[in-house]
T-cell receptor, first 114, second 111 residues
Framework: NAGVTQTPKFQVLKTGQSMTLQCAQD?????MYWYRQDPGMGLRLIYY???????DKGEVPNGYNVSRLNKREFSLRLESAAPSQTSVYFC?????????????FGDGTRLSIL | TQLLEQSPQFLSIQEGENLTVYCNSS?????LQWYRQEPGEGPVLLVT?????EVKKLKRLTFQFGDARKDSSLHITAAQPGDTGLYLC???????????FGSGTKLNVKP
C-alpha cells in the first residue's frame, strides 16, 4: 500500500540551483496537488492538476513549474531556488469522482535553500 | 493572508479536558474537511462536512459546519494524549477541485 510517494525526502540547495521534486500515486486518482507548508501557515496550494493533461495555478505559484507526466506522476520544478522557497513540500492525490473524497498526502520533502 | 483562519493557533491542555477549535472565513465553501497531521507525516482526513448546519460525530470528536457554510468547529471531549497533533481545516471551491487550508491548530494534551 504505497499510496503517494515523494522523492527525495530531504534536499539542501544553494541559491540559484534548480531541482525537481517527484511525486507518484498508485491509487488511480485523477487529481493531484502540490502544497508547501511553512511554520504557522498551514498548507498553501502551489499548483494542482484536476486531471491528466491539465494543470492550474494555486495560491502561491510564482517560482515554480509543474508537469503532469501521466496519470500517476506529478512533478514540481524549482528553476532558480531562492531562500524564501525553504519549506516542506507535500504532494497529494484525490479521487474527484465523489465530492467527499479525501486528499491522500505523501510524507513530504524537506527542502532547504542556502 | 489566508482564506481560512483557525483559532487558537496553539492549545496545551491536561488529559480529560474538553476543547474547541474554530475555522472561520468570509467565503462560502462547498465542503469543509478536517485533517490531523503528526510530525514528519502528511495530513490525514478526519471528516468531511457538506451541508450547512451539519453535525458529525467521530467517537469523542464532534464537527459542525456553519449554517452559511463559511465556518466550522471541531470539539474534542475528554482529550487524550493520543489526540496531540496539528489540526487543519480545508475548504473546497464549488468544483471540489481546489482546496484552501487553514493555518492550523497545534494541540498538546498532557498526561
Amino acid at each position: 500500500n504505497a499510496g503517494v510517494t515523494q522523492t527525495p525526502k530531504f534536499q539542501v540547495l544553494k541559491t540559484g540551483q534548480s531541482m525537481t521534486l517527484q511525486c507518484a500515486q498508485d491509487m488511480n486518482h485523477n487529481s493531484m496537488y502540490w502544497y508547501r507548508q511553512d511554520p504557522g501557515m498551514g498548507l498553501r496550494l502551489i499548483y494542482y492538476s484536476a486531471s491528466e493533461g491539465t494543470t492550474d495555478k494555486g495560491e502561491v505559484p510564482n517560482g515554480y513549474n509543474v508537469s503532469r507526466l501521466n496519470k500517476r506522476e506529478f512533478s514540481l520544478r524549482l528553476e532558480s531556488a531562492a531562500p524564501s522557497q525553504t519549506s516542506v513540500y507535500f504532494c497529494a492525490s484525490r479521487d474527484r469522482q465523489a465530492f467527499n473524497q479525501p486528499q491522500h498526502f505523501g510524507d513530504g520533502t524537506r527542502l532547504s535553500i542556502l | 493572508t489566508q482564506l481560512l483562519e483557525q483559532s487558537p493557533q496553539f492549545l496545551s491542555i491536561q488529559e480529560g479536558e474538553n476543547l474547541t477549535v474554530y475555522c472561520n472565513s468570509s467565503s462560502v465553501f462547498s465542503s469543509l474537511q478536517w485533517y490531523r497531521q503528526e510530525p514528519g507525516e502528511g495530513p490525514v482526513l478526519l471528516v468531511t462536512v457538506v451541508t450547512g448546519g451539519e453535525v458529525k460525530k467521530l467517537k469523542r470528536l464532534t464537527f459542525q459546519f456553519g449554517d452559511a457554510r463559511k465556518d466550522s468547529s471541531l470539539h474534542i471531549t475528554a482529550a487524550q494524549p493520543g489526540d496531540t497533533g496539528l489540526y487543519l481545516c480545508a475548504g473546497a471551491e464549488s468544483n471540489f477541485n481546489k482546496f484552501y487550508f487553514g493555518s492550523g491548530t497545534k494541540l498538546n494534551v498532557k498526561p
